[in-house]
């Protein structure tokens, strides 16, 4: 910045840099603040940046077509994410078109009326963990059952939202690093003829293949065994493991 901001304005450490040097210099944003810098809007605009009002002495100006919206857009198409799968959660005025952008667009209780205006639903302030049941509410029922050990919790809300989309063949899908533990865990699904990933599990690293076992009898999910002595665990090999990758294993999963 040219000027320092005042207590409370900006996080983190502020670094006084001559204007001729800021204006050298890329930024994906640029903060304004001055009294009634918000009157300078409209002739920002035409200059083809996006400007964000945030009270008379505050703008934030970006490139044209730049917001949270755009890259959640970019983000959402390489993950291949559903459109109407997107939720918002937000508080200020640069939240306003990430609101409308999201299926499901939810403004805090702390904020402006123009930001809660925007957004579909409203939920609690920052003070009250407003943003904590709109979280859980997108926790599939089965993955928030007491006593779910946090890969039981996990191994269910993947598999019933795989089974939710499109119900169809499921394996876990694990692979060891350097280590005799798990170096990754995932949940995988067959559509159109080939695997796909459903989601990553998190918990499942540093484990153990009976831990996921384990974990997976604990959230109702059954799995093909052996007929005899300890009936175990019948996982596939699907890559013997070479200098180029890790050894992969999968178990096939059913909910029950």
């Given at each position: 910045m040219n000027h320092e901001f005042g207590a409370g304005l900006l996080n983190g450490p502020q670094k006084l840099t001559p204007l001729e040097d800021l204006l050298a210099g890329q930024a994906s944003r640029v903060a304004l603040h001055a009294n009634r810098v918000a009157d300078h809007a409209d002739a920002l605009r035409h200059l083809g940046v996006t400007v964000t009002p945030a009270g008379h002495n505050w703008l934030d100006v970006t490139a044209a077509g730049t917001s949270k919206a755009t890259a959640l857009e970019q983000?959402?198409?390489l993950l291949g994410?559903?459109?109407?799968?997107?939720?918002?959660?937000g508080d200020g005025f640069n939240d306003i078109a990430m609101l409308g952008w999201a299926a499901r667009g939810?403004?805090?209780?702390?904020?402006?009326?123009?930001?809660?205006?925007?957004?579909?639903?409203?939920?609690?302030?920052?003070?009250?963990?407003?943003?904590?049941?709109?979280?859980?509410?997108?926790?599939?029922?089965?993955?928030?059952?007491?006593?779910?050990?946090?890969?039981?919790?996990?191994?269910?809300?993947?598999?019933?939202?795989?089974?939710?989309r499109a119900p169809g063949?499921?394996?876990?899908?694990?692979?060891?690093?350097?280590s005799p533990d798990l170096a990754g865990c995932e949940v995988?699904?067959?559509?159109?003829?080939?695997?796909v990933r459903q989601a990553p599990v998190?918990?499942?690293?540093?484990?153990s293949m009976r831990d996921v076992e384990r974990a997976a009898r604990e959230a109702?999910?059954?799995?093909?065994?052996?007929?005899?002595?300890?009936r175990r665990a019948h996982w596939r090999t699907t890559a013997p493991g070479s200098e180029s990758g890790p050894a992969e294993f999968e178990l096939p999963l059913t909910h029950a």
């Open positions: 983000i959402r198409c994410v559903a459109s109407e799968r997107t939720v918002a959660v939810v403004a805090m209780g702390h904020a402006p009326d123009t930001v809660r205006e925007a957004a579909g639903e409203t939920t609690g302030t920052i003070a009250e963990n407003g943003a904590v049941p709109i979280l859980l509410s997108l926790v599939p029922a089965p993955a928030r059952r007491p006593g779910l050990s946090p890969l039981g919790a996990q191994l269910a809300a993947a598999v019933h939202t795989a089974v939710e063949p499921l394996v876990v899908r694990v692979w060891h690093g350097s995988h699904t067959l559509r159109s003829g080939r695997w998190p918990a499942g690293r540093a484990s109702g999910l059954t799995y093909p065994r052996g007929d005899e002595g300890r």
